[in-house]
């Protein structure tokens, strides 16, 4: 059985197949085809949606790791490489992404395929890096995708193919000074916080001081500074203490709010008092990659720049108004607009809102009220979020999703690479 990160996805495959190499997944996909069954890539299980959900083969890249090049501003790298192997591997040659999302186990592949994302209005997500990629499509054959087809491929769900390398735009490593405070949410909701800095986001608790609302507030800039590597460790060690702080808070906080909901509230405010401020100064990925203490189940929302605001204090609302047990904080962060034809953020600047449950606990009443409220503001979902969208929704909110079915139709004309999610949004 096959069971995603955080527990709430389940799936049998017929079959599980590892493959080491391209030729190997040229051989799964051709013997797939042949038997007329399906067949869905898997990284590392980090999404919440069902996208690798299948009955039939279940393709595991874990094996397919590593740099294959490195020339200039541009490296080659395997689908199943994990971010985290990537940062590190970057650093080592004095090389970085330009932007990071604030967990780093994702494979490559699976983050470009879902729009993962970091929160700065100044450089696109990991798909907005990618200058080619490759993959095997329906009936085993290899295409290198550029050109026009890059832009369907850039957040390609899993559904053009299986991706086997994929080649990204670097930057020179990047050293960043990152602060964290308490701050009215007031302030952190308006340009001259979230575009003030390379990268920035907040989180806020709903019920969390209701008479003045608090964010939590996290933001980083470039600096020329180097890591002292004679302080690095306590300055680090100090940062992530009270990062660990709010994190114990956020845990303990929701397993008493499990216990005593009405406790919920007065939790929600003794986490944010708790959260400490402070900086550390070092290289981009060690500062801004955050490890999850606790699991939870997931729903993000793509916001036009211009509704975050009111979208971001109308859901706070709405869940005082329904009094809904939630223990964890929204978090908010910014992006430009991307040109992947179905990046939530295609065409727009772009506010993202997430929220989270407990595992193990019923998300179903936040998630179809977030839905709701950020739906209304012509949100967006994360493909790799929990969300209720069809295909309906989905054709009224990506202008290139016709552009995007005539490629999947030259590239898996047989729909060797479908499942019962992809049908659901893609007709």
Request: proline share 6%; hydrophobic share 45%; charged share 20%.
């Amino acid at each position: 059985m096959w069971t995603n990160w955080s527990g709430g996805l389940q799936c049998r495959p017929s079959a599980t197949v590892r493959p080491l190499d391209e030729t190997g997944v040229r051989a799964a996909v051709q013997r797939a085809a042949r038997r007329g069954v399906r067949v869905r890539p898997v990284g590392a299980g980090l999404s919440f949606s069902p996208l690798a959900v299948t009955d039939d083969v279940l393709l595991d890249l874990s094996a397919m790791t590593g740099l294959v090049r490195v020339s200039g501003d541009r490296v080659r790298v395997r689908a199943g490489t994990t971010l985290a192997a990537l940062n590190v591997a970057l650093a080592g040659r004095g090389l970085a992404l330009a932007t990071l999302a604030d967990v780093d186990t994702p494979t490559v592949a699976g983050a470009v395929a879902t729009g993962t994302h970091g929160s700065t209005g100044r450089t696109g997500s990991l798909s907005a890096q990618v200058t080619a990629l490759r993959l095997v499509q329906g009936g085993g054959e290899v295409v290198e995708v550029g050109g026009a087809d890059l832009d369907a491929a850039r957040t390609g769900l899993g559904a053009l193919g299986v991706v086997t390398e994929v080649e990204l735009a670097v930057v020179p490593e990047i050293v960043l000074r990152a602060s964290q405070a308490r701050l009215p949410l007031a302030e952190v909701l308006t340009p001259d916080y979230l575009d003030a800095h390379r990268w920035a986001e907040f989180s806020v608790f709903p019920y969390a001081r209701p008479d003045s609302a608090i964010a939590l507030a996290r933001w980083a800039d470039e600096v020329t500074d180097q890591p002292d590597p004679q302080s690095r460790a306590n300055t680090v060690r100090t940062f992530v203490e009270r990062r660990l702080v709010r994190a114990a808070a956020v845990g303990g906080g929701v397993a008493l709010g499990r216990t005593v909901p009405r406790l919920v509230p007065t939790i929600n405010r003794v986490a944010t008092v708790l959260t400490g401020s402070g900086s550390v100064t070092d290289l981009a990925h060690r500062v801004l990659v955050a490890q999850p203490v606790v699991r939870w189940e997931e729903s993000e929302w793509a916001l036009p720049r211009e509704a975050l605001a009111d979208g971001v204090c109308e859901l706070l609302a709405a869940i005082k108004e329904r009094e809904l047990d939630v223990g964890f904080p929204l978090e908010v962060r910014v992006g430009p607009a991307e040109s992947g034809w179905l990046h939530p953020a295609y065409g727009r600047d772009t506010g993202w809102v997430a929220v989270h449950t407990a595992t193990g606990t019923d998300p179903e009443p936040l998630f179809t009220l977030t839905a709701e409220v950020l739906g209304a503001h012509a949100g967006r979902p994360h493909w790799g979020k929990r969300h209720p969208w069809t295909s309906a929704q989905v054709a009224d909110a990506y202008p290139r999703l016709p552009d995007f079915l005539a490629v999947r139709d030259r590239y898996d004309p047989e729909r060797v690479f479908s499942n019962a999610h992809l049908a659901a949004l893609l007709g």
